[in-house]
Nanobody, 121 residues
Framework: QVQLVESGGGLVQTGGSLRLSCVASGRTFRDVAMGWFRQAPGKEREFVAGISWYAFNTYYTDSVQGRFTISRDNAKNTVYLQMNSLKPEDTAVYYC??????????????WGQGTLVTVSS
């Protein structure tokens, strides 16, 4: 079982930036792809970005392409999401999870508590 702890959310104005972090513990972080998801109020959870173990491959959903960057530090069992040029429609609770492949929206572990990102207009 993997435990996932997300952090770094907050309130930011349109055009601002935030960097989210997700620390994984409880099992090896090795050789696994990781992804970031988000869930806006009243909407289904959405797959936002994915990254392979060696970070050679990344995936972004169209709405965040060019604004968000996913990265990871395997020595720290941590995956990051740098979010720039934020828009009100990015407002959501953000979660990380293991995924089968870098572009797969299937979460493999129990969800953490998430971190809330609120973008004001």
């Amino acid at each position: 079982q993997v435990q996932l702890v997300e952090s770094g959310g907050g309130l930011v104005q349109t055009g601002g930036s935030l960097r989210l972090s997700c620390v994984a513990s409880g099992r090896t972080f090795r050789d696994v792809a990781m992804g970031w998801f988000r869930q806006a109020p009243g909407k289904e959870r959405e797959f936002v970005a994915g990254i392979s173990w060696y970070a050679f491959n990344t995936y972004y959903t169209d709405s965040v392409q060019g604004r968000f960057t996913i990265s990871r530090d395997n020595a720290k069992n941590t995956v990051y999401l740098q979010m720039n040029s934020l828009k009100p429609e990015d407002t959501a609770v953000y979660y990380c999870n293991r995924v089968p492949t870098v572009a797969s929206p299937q979460a493999l572990d129990a969800w953490g508590q998430g971190t809330l990102v609120t973008v004001s207009s």
